[in-house]
């Protein structure tokens, strides 16, 4: 697997080539599972649920895909809870488009009203408290800021929200990573598997086209939140009511 960073795991891969070939030298490789997790949009009782359920182990890799803010009632929850996960699992998290609303609408009120009357915004100040911005902790715009446009591996390309199929992965857009519309995209020219989020699925199941799957199945509009086990297809799914399901791709 690649990385912009050192691999966690790289010591313990040099060290089993230093010792006697078993399977059981290899088993933290086959044993860890990586794990996408769909748009979050402040829906902390569904995020609680499905951590609970999938049961992450220190060997997995936790890929959230973007949009933790806005629609539902707990963004300041969702983004505690994650920072939290951070100090136990290895996570990684990606941008979205409401994030970049959210920090544009600190900034402009023109873009404040917007995000306040169209985006959702109005749940996410509330969840801080009555002071609106300013009670927006330091911690939170880092880990903002901290949070990747798009993340890669041997196999799969990681995004909020697309690709353009024939430009390579470090020259793609900033629209085109968190704005552009699912549809129906082409193969990515790396030939590697596109995950994403961001289009939600009215049908409230992973769509998948074999080249790229779309986990976001709306949870913060009264759908699904998803997390998908990138190497099997499983899929697992919560919901703000308290219900979970499962599913394969």
């Not at 857009?173 to 994403?196: D, W, Y």
Request: overall charge negative; charged content about 20%.
């Amino acid at each position: 697997m690649t990385d912009s960073g050192t691999s966690p795991y790289s010591i313990r891969v040099q060290e089993c080539f230093t010792l006697p070939l078993r399977a059981e030298s290899f088993s933290f490789l086959t044993d860890m599972r990586t794990l996408a997790i769909s748009d979050l949009h402040g829906c902390l009782n569904a995020l609680e649920l499905l951590i609970e359920t999938i049961q992450p182990q220190p060997e997995d890799h936790l890929i959230f895909v973007g949009d933790y803010v806005d629609r539902g009632p707990d963004s300041k929850g969702v983004i505690d809870f994650i920072i939290n996960l951070e100090q136990q699992f290895r996570v990684t998290c990606l941008s979205g488009n409401h994030e970049e609303k959210f920090f544009l609408s600190r900034i402009d009120k023109t873009d404040l009203a917007h995000w306040l009357d169209a985006w959702g915004g109005g749940p996410t100040l509330d969840s801080y408290g009555p002071g609106g911005f300013d009670d927006v902790p330091d911690s939170h715009w880092d880990f903002l800021l901290r949070n990747r446009p798009y993340y890669e591996t041997e196999t799969h390309i990681f995004v909020h929200a697309n690709l353009e199929a024939h430009t390579p992965l470090a020259q793609q857009l900033p629209f085109t990573l968190i704005h552009k519309k699912f549809g129906e995209p082409e193969p990515h020219q790396s030939g590697k598997i596109m995950i994403c989020g961001h289009t939600a699925q009215k049908t409230h199941v992973p769509l998948n086209l074999g080249h790229a799957i779309c986990i976001d199945t709306d949870v913060g509009r009264g759908g699904w939140l998803t997390c998908l086990h990138v190497e099997s297809g499983h899929y697992w799914q919560s919901s703000v009511t308290g219900e979970s399901r499962e599913g394969d791709l």
